[in-house]
């Protein structure tokens, strides 16, 4: 095995030198290729400019720019000469940039456009070894005097490339020579976590924690040389990065496309991707929208639909049973299942033929033609969601993992998938469930879920105290998250265990499986439950807006100002018993996991406001943001 990423680039070039490494969207709106040769020679490239201007292996640059094809070529070039990357997207602020950027020690930035720029001229006096500022697109003469004005050289990313190659000239091979100096041990990045609880850490991982799950990834996420993946999530981030890999790895294309329903879509047929990795909330909306569209059709297609879906479901269910593609705790529910599932499997199987061929076809046509799986990463997929999904016919599989696992813990195999559960381990790397104590729990049991291996980070940069607290001195580190095994050793994941919440009455809640239970129903968008410290739960709910103000037509109430509407008693009267009806012990929830009063909200969940870039809660954050509301709930 390579051992460094851009020399499992340079094996792949040298393979597969006129496939497309990927797409981007021209001006007019087409996809343009860049060839795997033409994208390793931009790399090369890129490499000898970073060689020109001083630049050594050890070094740490910084990136700040959102998807695009110059982003993963820089990242390349970066760890080729020896460096490490240290990436962040648009959607940062000025002070966190400058935070990332000092705390990191960088000396040059890439940044995508000249908003980044003034972001960097904000914080001019906390960066003092910045020196060098490379844009992807044009910036004003004004914006480069300002620059300069502070200390820092301006260069445009052709103009630095360009200079690249005429050092190249000058000094052939010399890129090639650093990269093939390359060792698994470097460092390859210094992520910063975007952070659920407040400050970021800097997150150090080599070139060996990501290459490490490459073999067995090639056949649980299955990809061919040529297939495409089209790419939505920020490329910063640990999860699509480690996706990019994977596509590098399988000499497949990555397609640059935008988390926008309509624009995702319309890529979708315009592209026809074998894979799409994404977080489980767009697959939300990839549901509500198939929902919403055979809603407004109505009439006998709507029953149909739900008719034919209702028995996809309990066929799927079956079929589980049988193969053993469901989560069991024993033999004896292995045996038990195999027995109760065989008869409704034959017997609902002509049905379900006849719903793929009605309906379930026309529902996986919007993925393209090509679709063979997606991916599910960065939280918890709901389970209507991945049972509707395989039901249809629409493979989808979910994985596990933290940026400091580099990311990948589990993911579900796309040949064999177990529903309900992330799938067992990737090998390069031990789980374990524990107890308060430390003791391993038995198959069943739920407990802390700590993991060992060859894709564990090396630490926090600069912060032995808290890399101290989650990475034992045997290697094992503390997720934070509490799960359960399966007897076959499979991963299910129960929430997060600081997002515990504890009521008066002592009672331990996690949230997770409300929220997700809650944002099934049609009306609801998100939703948050609350409750530290308080008698009871509460939670705030952001109102799903289209299906709102259809309700509200229908039912005589003016919808022009939503925000008036969410004060109406009869709206707030739907929402408690929507609520009242998903929670309750009917659906397996205990007494005090009822939620006892709703506040509803108007304005979506913003990354960057509410949600981290892996558009998880920040609950720490809501305090501020909801103070009012979230009186009002337990008041």
Sequence with gaps: MEQSIPQLLKRIANEYPDLPAQYYRSPNGEFVPVLYRDFYASVLDLSSALLSSSHKRGDHIGIISDNRP?????????????????????????????????????????????????????????????????????????TVKALSDAGLTAHSFADFVAAGRVWAAANPGAAQAELDKGIDSELATLIFTSGTTGEPKGVMLSHSNFLCQLPELSWRIPVKPGHKALSVLPVWHSFERLCEYVMLGGATSIVYSKPIGS??????????????????????????????????????????????????????????????????????????????????????????????????????????????????????????????????????????????????????????????????????????????????????????????????????YKKPDLTAKVLS?????????????????????????KDTIVLRGGENIEPAPIEMKINE???????????????????????????????????????????????????????????????????????????????LLSKPFEVGVELSAKQEIMRYKLEDLYPSRIRRLFR
């Design 70 to 142: 110059e982003w993963f070529q820089t990242s390349m070039a970066i760890m080729a000469i020896g460096a490490a990357d240290v990436p962040r997207g648009c959607d940062a602020n000025a002070k966190e940039i400058a935070y990332i950027l000092s705390f990191a020690d960088c000396g040059t930035v890439f940044l995508e456009n000249e908003a980044q720029g003034k972001k960097i001229l904000e914080y001019r006096s906390s960066l003092p070894l910045l020196k060098n500022a490379i844009f992807y697109d044009a910036v004003s003469a004004d």
């Design 263 to 460: 624009v995702l879509l319309a890529d979708f047929a315009k592209t026809n991707p074998q894979l799409f990795p994404s977080v489980p909330r767009i697959w939300e909306s990839v549901y509500d929208g198939i929902y919403r569209t055979m809603r407004k059709t109505g009439g006998a297609t709507w029953l149909l639909f739900n008719f034919f879906v209702e028995i996809a479901k309990v066929h799927a269910r079956s079929v589980r049973a049988v193969t053993g593609r469901y989560p069991y705790f024993s033999l004896t529910d292995r045996v038990s299942g195999f027995l109760i599932g065989l008869l409704p499997a034959l017997l609902l199987l002509p049905l379900r033929a006849l719903g793929g061929l009605l309906v379930f076809r026309k529902i996986r046509a919007k993925l393209g033609t090509g679709f063979v799986v997606g991916v599910s990463g960065g939280g918890a997929l709901p389970p209507n969601v991945d049972e509707f999904f395989w039901a249809v016919g629409v493979r989808v599989v979910e994985g596990y993992g933290l940026t400091e696992t580099a990311p990948v813990v589990a993911v579900r195999p796309g040949p064999r998938p177990v529903f309900g559960t992330i799938g067992a381990p990737l090998g390069c790397n031990q789980v374990k469930i524990v107890d308060e104590e430390g003791n391993e729990l038995p198959p069943g049991k739920k407990g802390m879920v700590l993991v060992r291996g060859g894709n564990v980070m090396r630490g926090y």
């Design 473 to 497: 001195p045997d290697g094992w580190l503390d997720t934070g998250d509490l799960g359960l095994k399966t007897y076959r050793g499979e991963l299910i994941l129960r929430g997060r265990k």
């Design 521 to 599: 129903s049609r009306f609801v968008a998100q939703s948050v439950v609350l409750g530290q410290d308080q008698r009871y739960l509460g939670a705030l709910i952001v109102v799903n807006r289209d299906e709102l103000l259809s309700w509200a037509r229908e039912n005589g109430l003016d919808p022009s100002d939503i925000d008036v509407l969410l004060e109406n008693e009869q709206v707030k009267r739907l929402y408690e018993v929507e609520v009242a009806e998903l929670v309750n012990a009917k659906t397996g929830f205990k007494m005090f996991e009822r939620i006892n009063r709703v506040e």
